[in-house]
């Protein structure tokens, strides 16, 4: 039996975690069945076998594991054809990736849909929501999320990185996608889900790399449930 413990909101078709979207992608990408376990931010117990308190959890049989990118090294090693490293080279620039994704993109998304995120919890689970990220933020939700519009333009720029590499094909790892690829569009997954918010501009050619993605896998990203109000 194979599980990926994800995340919800009060919704428990609505899950929206980017790290659980990387995974979800890697799964895909490997041709790998699967069964989706949403679980509500207070929800850890299902994840203790796995010794997290975080998901994405994978099971897969006896084998538990956490970490979205350890995760995508244990299913290239376990189930090599369709790699989505292809080399310990690239398995080491990949961490380097892996961070900047972690430090620089998770963290300019953040705050700019902080808020909408608070609005897709119950009552219990957004209390334990606003409580831990407003001790992060240091400021009120609402307060932080107000401000997106000015914060847009530095996010916009941290993503030059990738909007380079793009010069080069049609996906960051080339002809076709891979891993750095499912990492980076987790965070659009997560943006689209929680939030109306537009991130890109239609120029941008991260913008037409988000359509291509969204249509992999007969179109799974872009049929994702949203969970906020007036979805289109
Ligand atoms: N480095 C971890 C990060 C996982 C993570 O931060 N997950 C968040 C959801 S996006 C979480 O489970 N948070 C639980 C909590 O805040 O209680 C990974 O790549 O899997």
Known sequence: ?????????????????????????????KGLDFERVPLKFLEKEPLTPANSKTVPVLRDGDTWLKDSFDIALYLDQTYP??????????????RFINGWLDRTVVMGLFPLVTADIAALQDAENGAYYRETREKRLGAPLEEVQA???????????ALAPARLALAHGPYLAGARPGWMDYALFGN?????????????????????????????????????????????
Request: charged share 25%; hydrophobic share 50%.
């Open 1 to 29: 039996m194979r599980q990926l413990f994800e995340l919800c909101g009060a919704d428990r078709d609505v899950c929206y975690s980017p790290f659980a979207w990387r995974v979800h992608l890697c799964l895909l990408h």
């Open 81 to 94: 054809d369709n790699p989505l490293f292809g080399s310990d080279i690239a398995i080491a620039q990949a």
């Open 147 to 157: 401000r997106r519009d000015d914060m847009l333009p530095a996010f916009q720029v």
């Open 188 to 232: 659009f997954m997560w943006a689209r889900i929680v939030s109306p918010f537009e991130l890109l501009d239609t120029g941008d050619a991260l913008y037409a790399w988000r359509e291509r993605m969204l249509d992999l896998f007969g179109g799974v990203g872009r049929a994702a449930k949203r969970g906020f109000r007036h979805a289109a």
